[in-house]
C-alpha cells in the first residue's frame, strides 16, 4: 500500500500563491503517477494537475483547463513528495484538495477512477 500526507492548504487572498505538499509513504517504489484532485462544496472532484514518477521517458505534466498557466506539479523522488504550485488563486480555486496516487504504468490518468490510493485532504480557501 501507499500512503499520502497532504500540507500546505491554508486560507490566501484573490491573486495571492500557495504551494501543496504530497508526502508519499509505504510502498513508494511501486508509484506510477500522482494527481492533485479537488472537491468544492455541492461539487464532483475534480482533476487538477497529475505527474509520472517513470524514469528514463519523458511523460509530460497533465493539467486541468481553468489551471493551465497557474499551476506546476512536480515531485522530488528521493523526497517522496509532490509538489502543486498554485498562483493567482481566484475564489474559484476553493476547494478541498486531495492528493492521489496510482501503480499501473502508463499515461496518467485525469479520473478519480484511475486512482487506487488517496490523502484525507487539505482544505485550501481563497478570499475575494
Known amino acids: 500500500q501507499v500512503q499520502l500526507v497532504e500540507s500546505g492548504g491554508g486560507l490566501v487572498q484573490a491573486g495571492g500563491s500557495l504551494r501543496l505538499s504530497c508526502l508519499h509513504s509505504?510502498?513508494?517504489?511501486?508509484?506510477?503517477?500522482t494527481a492533485w484532485f479537488r472537491q468544492a462544496p455541492g461539487k464532483e472532484r475534480e482533476f487538477v494537475a497529475g505527474i509520472s514518477w517513470a524514469t528514463g521517458i519523458s511523460i509530460p505534466p497533465k493539467y486541468e483547463d481553468s489551471v493551465k498557466g497557474r499551476a506546476a506539479i512536480s515531485r522530488d523522488n528521493r523526497a517522496n513528495t509532490v509538489y502543486l504550485q498554485m498562483n493567482k488563486m481566484t475564489p474559484e480555486d476553493t476547494a478541498v484538495y486531495y492528493c492521489?496516487?496510482?501503480?499501473?504504468?502508463?499515461?496518467?490518468?485525469?479520473?478519480?477512477?484511475?486512482?487506487?490510493?488517496w490523502g484525507q485532504g487539505t482544505q485550501v480557501t481563497v478570499s475575494s
Open positions: 509505504g510502498r513508494t517504489w511501486s508509484i506510477a503517477a
Open positions: 492521489a496516487t496510482n501503480i499501473d504504468w502508463g499515461q496518467v490518468p485525469n479520473t478519480t477512477a484511475g486512482y487506487k490510493y
